[in-house]
């Protein structure tokens, strides 16, 4: 069988060798052939060239260390082409929320394990609320937790927008080192400043057709915090020895809009303060829990 084979390849080769190069342009399947080799020759011309592009790059940044040593290169680097100062910036580079939650460590789902509604209490004792909720991961609603606050009667969009006026040292904190999330607004508020732009009739919903908002952010600026503190304490139920984080965050906007559904991975216990309006949570489990 296998030399008959042999024979039949034999007698093709010998007929390929008497045609003339006419001769096999003419032959039917001589394009396609043409097709295949060109684009195979496309593609080993294009993984050359990422290859020598790369490797131009590791050329260059070698010198650079080499010439500039590697501290002093990477501040070059990231000035020339980030505008950022390495030796003033805690992160080189930013902290992306969808790998976070990609690498988070898999939660025990049974955390979540017969909770099937939330409570509403009032006038609980310190040592009650760490028993029950306070490491149970268990939400529940205090509906008295804010008696006192000023921050009932002064916090709107106004006192923030006077606290957050342009050039303060409180907007530049905000836009230089802290976290802001414009949502689904992101194409209009590119920074909290073009938030407290927007007109008072839009802000307060005085028009039927407003256009609606919602945004949230970080405060990391201590004086501004310091500030803020004047019109909220902490709340009375928490344990003594329970830490909770030193960044206020603070979210507003209009009915219709909010923040997409996201995992809260934080390592402190955290509590939220509904200070005005309403507003609706949806608590699902984390993904492995479904």
């Not at 590791?58 to 082409?81: C, N, P, R, V, W």
């Not at 920074?191 to 609606?212: C, H, K, N, S």
Request: hydrophobic letters at 35%; aromatic letters at 14%.
């Amino acid at each position: 069988m296998s030399k008959s084979i042999d024979k039949k390849v034999q007698s093709i080769i010998k007929q390929c060798e008497s045609l003339s190069i006419d001769d096999i342009e003419k032959l039917s399947n001589y394009k396609k052939i043409q097709t295949i080799i060109s684009r195979k020759s496309q593609g080993k011309f294009d993984i050359y060239l990422v290859l020598a592009i790369i490797f131009g790059l590791l050329s260059l940044i070698t010198t650079g260390i080499s010439q500039l040593g590697t501290e002093h290169f990477l501040h070059y680097a990231y000035d020339k082409i980030f505008s950022i100062d390495i030796y003033r910036e805690e992160c080189l580079a930013p902290k992306l929320e969808f790998l976070v939650d990609a690498f988070r460590p898999p939660t025990s789902c049974g955390i979540c394990r017969n909770v099937d509604h939330i409570e509403r209490i009032s006038n609980i004792s310190r040592e009650e609320f760490e028993e029950k909720y306070a490491y149970t991961n268990h939400p529940v609603i205090i509906t008295d937790a804010m008696k006192d606050w000023l921050a009932t009667e002064k916090f709107n969009f106004k006192f923030f927008k006077r606290l957050y006026r342009a050039n303060s040292s409180a907007l530049r904190a905000v836009e230089e080192h802290c976290q802001f999330f414009p949502y689904k607004n992101k194409h209009e508020f590119e920074t909290l400043g073009d938030v407290f732009d927007m007109d008072l009739e839009r802000a307060y919903m005085i028009d039927d057709d407003y256009q609606p908002w919602y945004v949230g952010w970080s405060n990391c600026d201590y004086s501004t915090a310091y500030l803020l503190r004047q019109y909220y304490s902490r709340p009375y139920f928490l344990p003594e020895q329970s830490e909770s984080s030193k960044l206020d965050w603070i979210f507003m906007g209009t009915p219709g809009l909010g923040a997409h559904m996201h995992i809260d991975n934080v390592d402190l216990p955290s509590w939220q303060a509904q200070i005005r309006g309403r507003k609706q949570w949806t608590l699902r489990p984390v993904p492995e829990c479904l």
